[in-house]
Nanobody, 122 residues
Framework: QVQLVESGGGLVEAGGSLRVSCAAS????????MGWFRQAPGKEREFVAA????????YYTNSVKGRFTISRDNAKNTVYLQMNMLKPEDTADYYC???????????????WGQGTQVTVSS
């Protein structure tokens, strides 16, 4: 079992930066791939980024490449999403997820956090 708690969301102006974090409990965190998804009002939850258990492999959706960076600290059981050059279209609830495989679809993740809200003003 892995429990996930996101934090760090908030309101930021377009062009600004924000870092969201996801703290995990459970001894198996370091063996799980981690992903970030987001869901804007009225839209489906979509993949944002993923990182392998070791941190050596990362994936990003095209719209955030070059702006967002996913990282993890297995000693702290935490995964991060650094978001730079934020745009109003990045506004969404951001969710972290843990899975045994490194995937880009929701079904590949077994555990989910409650989400943290990110609002980017224009």
């Amino acid at each position: 079992q892995v429990q996930l708690v996101e934090s760090g969301g908030g309101l930021v102006e377009a062009g600004g930066s924000l870092r969201v974090s996801c703290a995990a409990s459970g001894r198996t965190f370091s063996s799980h791939a981690m992903g970030w998804f987001r869901q804007a009002p009225g839209k489906e939850r979509e993949f944002v980024a993923a990182i392998s258990w070791s941190g050596g492999v990362t994936y990003y959706t095209n719209s955030v490449k070059g702006r967002f960076t996913i990282s993890r600290d297995n000693a702290k059981n935490t995964v991060y999403l650094q978001m730079n050059m934020l745009k109003p279209e990045d506004t969404a609830d951001y969710y972290c997820a843990a899975g045994t495989g490194l995937g880009k679809v929701r079904a590949e993740y077994d555990y989910w956090g409650q989400g943290t809200q990110v609002t980017v003003s224009s």
